[in-house]
Structure formats: C-alpha cells, structure tokens
C-alpha cells in the first residue's frame, strides 16, 4: 500500500510543542533584570517558540529566592503570557516547598507547572508517587513530570509513571533519563504527552512518539526545531534528521562545553539578545576562549553568519 500523502495530525500537546528552559537574565552585579527577562521572553517566542519554562535549572532557580521566582514569572506572563505557555518550574526536594511554589505560581498566572523529581535524598518509588500527586492536588494547573536522573538521582519508574497518569492533572513528562524502552511503555500505557528534555535526544523521542522539546539549545534553535517537529508531524524522517545533523554543533557548544545555562546566555550575549552573560555562583560565566568556540560551533550551525 502507498503511503498516504497527507500529514499527519499533529498529536496533542498541552502544554505547546517548542519550549525553551529559559535562563534567567540578570544584571553584571547579580540582580534580577525583569526587563531583560521580558525582552529575552518576547525574543524566544518571536523567534520560533510557543512555550517558556521559567526557573526550571537552566533559569537558575537554584540560586534565586522565592520572591526572585514570583517576580520573574509574573514579569514573563506579562510579556508574553497571551501568546505562549508559561510554564513554571515550582519542583523541590521538600513537599511542602513545593506546594507552596506551585500555589504562588498559579497565582502569578502561569499556565502549568514543571515539577523535578526531589532530588539529594533519593525517595523511595511510593514516595514518589505521593510527592506529585500531593503537588498536582495543590492547584488547579496542569504538571509536567521532569525525570531527569542523572540530576536528582531518583529515576521515575515505568510503573511509576503509569499510575501518575491517572492523575487528572498530570499530562506530561519532560523526559531526560534516556530509556527508550521505557519511554515507549508509558506511551503504551497512558495517555502522557511526552517532552524531550535532552536535545540530543529530541529527534529519537519525538521519533518515539513525544508531542515536543522542552530545550536549551531552543534559546537560539526555536525554528529549527519547529522545523523538525513539522517534519516529523509529515512523516519526513529525512528532513527531520537533516535538521538534527545541521544543529549537533550548537548542542555541543551549549550543552557539552560547560554546564548549559553558562554557554546559553553566552550565545545570547554572542547573538545581542542579552547585554552579558552573568551567572550566580556557584556558576562562574563563559570564558573568552569559550567564547569564541561558541562562535565558530554556532556559525557551523547555521545560526549565525
């Protein structure tokens, strides 16, 4: 049989298809720069995106306060928040603080949350389960599981998983834990909108059967990625691994070089999006030699002339 000529439907996806984990912008003394915030924000979704996470790791939220996390969301939901989904990264190893996050976050306005698995004392499976589920009751939002291991420590089981998609509330993993295996069993099994949360594994998972990206290298890829996630939507594999080849040079820059929100905001400053690329310890900001290599990788890219 030929195969059909029309494309595909594109699949659910509740929270939008390109997110960029957004870095948080500051100013050369370590301040909070909301207006940089709403002029990356404005950026990021004119350039290709459809959705911003905000205060996930790559937006440093474990170097800002609490009242740093409201102001900025609000700042974000205000810049852009009529044209793309904010989603706000409110997970914690602490329950409690969690919900707390969650709350002031549902009333600074976003539109659903990113909530890490608890990371440094490694719960138990069923303390898992009672985590998220404790977080999805506190507000009325939409979440986003992020497994990410190799951070936390604590991988989500596939059983897991399954049983939070029961949750009326939890619609989505970002995934980063690299088992496809497992990723196809949940997919089998529930009705969870998977998000790649590697951009190394963005085309393998959307492949798989993931809706969309939730990326760093989005910061200065978001067509490119809509790209791809069209193409994949067509059944175009070819077109769609041509874009994932082309942009291995940015992924390596941004993601491979140093740690990711250092050499993000590094490409911002490179491409004039931010005024510089200053970072709280612990971070210590992209070096002049780091700089440059930055340049070369995104140029071979094809992301800039």
Sequence with gaps: MAPSSTPAEAPRAPLGRVLTAMVTPFTAGGDLDLPAAQRLATHLVDTGNDGLVVSGTTGESPTTSDAEKDALLRAVVEAVGDRATVVAGTGTNDTRHAVELSVQAEKAGAHGLLVVTPYYNKPPQEGLLAHFRTIADSTGLPVMLYDIPGRTGTAIATETLIRLAEH??????????????????????????????????????????????????????????ADMLAAVDAGDLASARAIDRRLVPAFQAIMTRTQGAIMAKAALEVLGVLPGRTVRPPLVPATEDQLRGLEADLREAGLTS
């Design 168 to 225: 009326e509330r939890i619609v989505a993993v970002k995934d980063a834990k690299g088992d496809i295996a497992g990723t196809t069993a949940v997919l089998a099994r529930s009705d969870l909108a998977y998000y790649s949360g590697s951009d190394e594994w963005n085309l393998a998972l959307l492949a798989t059967g993931a809706v969309g990206v939730v990326s760093v290298v989005a910061h200065v890829a978001a067509r490119e990625y």
